[in-house]
């Protein structure tokens, strides 16, 4: 069965990086992407940028360019997110989720997601 | 990038009540779009894809509906695990965007 398994809860302050992971199994981790999207305290699903595991290739939300980098590792079937100068309102949880390349089949995007990861910044 | 205006942004309704939420999309996505529900502390779970097909699993209560720009999620009747908040997101393009999300309360 799919499973997207992330890391543990961090605490870090501000102008520091974090970096999030998210272990995949069930399925063939370099014929899909993986997006990340977060989730400030009582705020509504962000969407921060996806990266395919087949070829690296990246696409991040414009507000994220510079600070935010995602890569993968194929031998493990790992994502990372990481994100740097962080701020107070970069508080949140991360999500990762699969993501296909387009043209595949509508039932295949955002079919599972990682049980999120608790990033809080402060000083 | 293709704003997703999702409404309402929360609706009180009654165990056995039939409620609509309603995503508009700012240009045509086709069907590219998914309606997830959230419980507190939880992922998201998705309920529908590509529109209008129901995920496995999920009850017949819920329903969608739409193409283009215009979509909605129907529960037929709301159940006691249905309140929640819920999110419509549009997977056509990058970036993919969310509605701003419905929480359902109890009347």
């Known amino acids: 069965q799919v499973q997207l398994v992330q890391s543990g809860a961090e605490v870090k302050k501000p102008g520091a990086s974090v970096k999030v992971s998210c272990k995949a199994s069930?399925?063939?981790?370099?014929?899909?992407?993986i997006s990340w999207v977060r989730q400030a305290p009582g705020q509504g699903l962000e969407w921060m940028g996806w990266?395919?595991?087949?070829?690296?290739?990246?696409n991040y939300a414009q507000k994220l360019q510079g600070r935010v980098t995602m890569t993968t590792d194929t031998s493990t079937s790992t994502a990372y997110m990481e994100l740097r100068s962080l701020r107070s309102d970069d508080t949140a949880v991360y999500y990762c989720?699969?993501?296909?390349?387009?043209?595949?089949?509508?039932?295949?995007?955002?079919?599972?997601w990682g049980q999120g990861t608790l990033v809080t910044v402060s000083s | 990038d293709i704003q997703m205006t999702q409404s309402p942004s929360s609706l009180s309704a009654s165990v056995g009540d039939r409620v609509t939420i309603t995503c508009r999309a700012s240009?045509?996505?086709?069907?590219?779009l998914g309606w997830y529900q959230q419980k507190p502390g939880k992922a998201p779970k998705r309920l529908i894809y590509?529109?209008?097909s129901l995920q496995s699993g999920v009850p017949s209560r819920f329903s969608g509906s739409g193409s283009g720009t215009e979509f909605t999620l129907t529960i037929s009747s709301l159940q006691p695990e249905d309140f929640a908040t819920y999110y419509c997101?549009?997977?056509?393009?990058?970036?993919?965007?969310f509605g701003q999300g419905t929480k359902l309360e109890i009347k």
């Open positions: 240009q045509g996505i086709r069907n590219d």
């Open positions: 989720a699969r993501d296909p390349p387009d043209y595949y089949e509508r039932v295949l995007y955002f079919d599972y």
């Open positions: 590509a529109a209008s």
């Open positions: 997101l549009q997977h056509n393009s990058y970036p993919r965007t």
């Open positions: 069930g399925y063939t981790f370099t014929s899909y992407g």
């Open positions: 990266i395919s595991a087949y070829n690296g290739n990246t």
